[in-house]
């Protein structure tokens, strides 16, 4: 009884040390496409702003909202190192 007890807890365990194994590897090895589709992305929006009409106009506001928060999120950035050297300060 309790060969066979420890012989499935042995398998469950190697099926278990396999899965970290691999789940370890991938996510070491994990390549993100995101800088690859910004530029992409960048060239259709600004292609779909050189249309005249209704589409063009959202394009253009697309684009300047993606701006708006690329710059908002850089200031919210520098609010929080700078709310940490004044935490370090004892301010």
Not at 42 to 47: D, F, L, P, S
Not at 49 to 69: F, M, N, P, R
Request: charge should be positive; proline fraction near 0%.
């Amino acid at each position: 009884m309790k060969k066979i007890i420890f012989g499935k807890g042995g398998r469950i365990g190697i099926m278990i040390a396999l899965f970290a194994f691999g789940w370890f590897c991938g996510a070491v090895n994990q390549h993100k496409a995101e800088a690859q589709l910004k530029d992409i992305g960048k060239a259709v929006m600004e292609q779909a702003g050189e249309q005249e009409g209704s589409l063009g106009a959202v394009a253009k506001l697309g684009t300047s909202i993606k701006d708006i928060q690329e710059h908002l999120d850089a200031l919210q950035k520098n609010v929080d190192t700078l709310k940490s050297v004044k935490s370090m300060l004892g301010g």
